[in-house]
């Protein structure tokens, strides 16, 4: 379960990489070449009773449904 102020790190399995290359996957972190570590700023309940999070990474927030946070590992927790 995330909280805020975890520290996350997002998980290979997240990107859509063909051959082992990162060239093929436009996701949010590759695009702006993120170092893919982030702080948890808020979490809720959205709007499918589903938890979701606000996470601050280097190169801005992004958000996370539930059914990523399988992507996400949490590096440390306060
Ligand atoms: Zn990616």
Redesign the pocket.
């Known amino acids: 379960m995330l909280r805020s102020g975890d520290l996350v790190k997002v998980m290979p399995g997240?990107?859509?990489?063909g051959e082992n290359s990162?060239t093929s996957?436009?996701?949010f972190?590759?695009f702006h070449k993120s170092k893919e570590v982030g702080i948890v700023t808020t979490t809720w309940v959205d709007e499918d009773d589903a938890l979701s999070a606000i996470i601050e990474f280097d190169v801005g927030e992004w958000v996370f449904r539930k059914h990523e946070f399988k992507h996400l590992d949490v590096v440390s927790s306060l």
């Open positions: 997240y990107h859509r990489w990162r996957c436009d996701c972190f590759c």
